[in-house]
């Protein structure tokens, strides 16, 4: 038994290391760059986030796939085109503050880390909030701040922001998360039920304009999102 495992053991050392590099950058060229994404800004994040660190092991052969994965606790991390199409909705400046609600893994957070100044981000599931949290810190990402809490309403000790992103659909937009754009501000938001629909809203001197991007299928905002 001994020899055996220890057979299995050199097999598996010899197996080539991924060139994650590589399978980014192809990634970013087929799957985002080919479908219209042509921001510089988020191309290059997308091409330099290293997404293998933010799904389980018993996942990482398919991280540069263009499919959302599962990361456990019913939630998963979306497709490489979605994070990107967001991303490029949400039109991020360097000086901007960001709230994202729905942190997940913290994949949404690291992309957005390089393209803004201070990135919050919420996450209802305390033990996905605490791995996230200790995920971005351990690989560097120390403009973002992790929440656990319900992200319903925002985090108006830190409003207004010049863009809210979420990753989990309400049937219905939250009247907060509206209320805590700044003026030039978007939010990108999944909604819907059944049938989901990508929308961006806009505050502009004048009010919100509003348009639709694509369908789009995501896990339901939980918590009080569900009682409104």
């Known amino acids: 038994?001994?020899?055996?495992?220890?057979?299995?053991?050199?097999?598996?050392?010899?197996?080539?290391?991924?060139?994650?590099?590589?399978?980014?950058?192809?990634m970013v060229r087929e799957q985002i760059a080919a479908?219209?994404?042509?921001?510089?800004?988020?191309?290059?994040?997308?091409r330099t986030v290293p997404r293998h660190l933010f799904v389980p092991e018993t996942q990482r052969a398919h991280a540069y796939e263009n499919r959302p994965l599962p990361i456990g606790l019913k939630q998963t991390i979306s497709?490489?085109?979605?994070?990107?199409?967001?991303?490029?909705?949400?039109?991020?400046?360097?000086?901007?503050?960001?709230?994202?609600?729905?942190?997940?893994?913290?994949?949404?957070?690291?992309v957005l880390s390089g393209l803004v100044q201070r990135v919050y981000s919420i996450e209802i599931v305390p033990q996905?909030?605490?791995?996230?949290?200790?995920?971005?810190?351990?690989?560097?990402?120390?403009?973002?701040?992790?929440?656990?809490?319900?992200?319903?309403?925002?985090?108006?000790?830190?409003?207004p922001f010049d863009g809210i992103i979420v990753t989990a659909a309400p049937d219905t937009?939250?009247?907060?998360?509206?209320?805590?754009?700044?003026v030039g501000g978007r939010l990108v938001i999944p909604v819907g039920g059944a049938k989901q629909h990508l929308k961006v809203l806009h505050r502009t001197p004048d009010g919100i304009e509003t348009r639709t991007l694509f369908g789009v299928r995501f896990v339901p905002m939980t918590g009080e999102s569900q009682r409104d």
């Open 128 to 159: 996905l909030a605490a791995g996230a949290r200790s995920r971005l810190a351990a690989l560097g990402y120390a403009n973002i701040e992790v929440i656990q809490g319900d992200g319903y309403r925002g985090l108006p000790r830190a409003a």
């Open 173 to 182: 937009i939250p009247q907060p998360l509206i209320d805590q754009l700044a």
């Open 35 to 46: 479908r219209g994404i042509s921001n510089p800004r988020v191309l290059d994040a997308m």
């Open 79 to 110: 497709q490489p085109y979605i994070v990107a199409a967001m991303t490029d909705a949400l039109d991020p400046k360097p000086g901007h503050r960001v709230l994202e609600v729905g942190t997940g893994s913290g994949y949404q957070a690291a």
């Open 1 to 26: 038994m001994k020899a055996i495992l220890a057979l299995a053991a050199l097999a598996l050392a010899a197996q080539p290391v991924p060139d994650w590099a590589t399978l980014r950058s192809r």
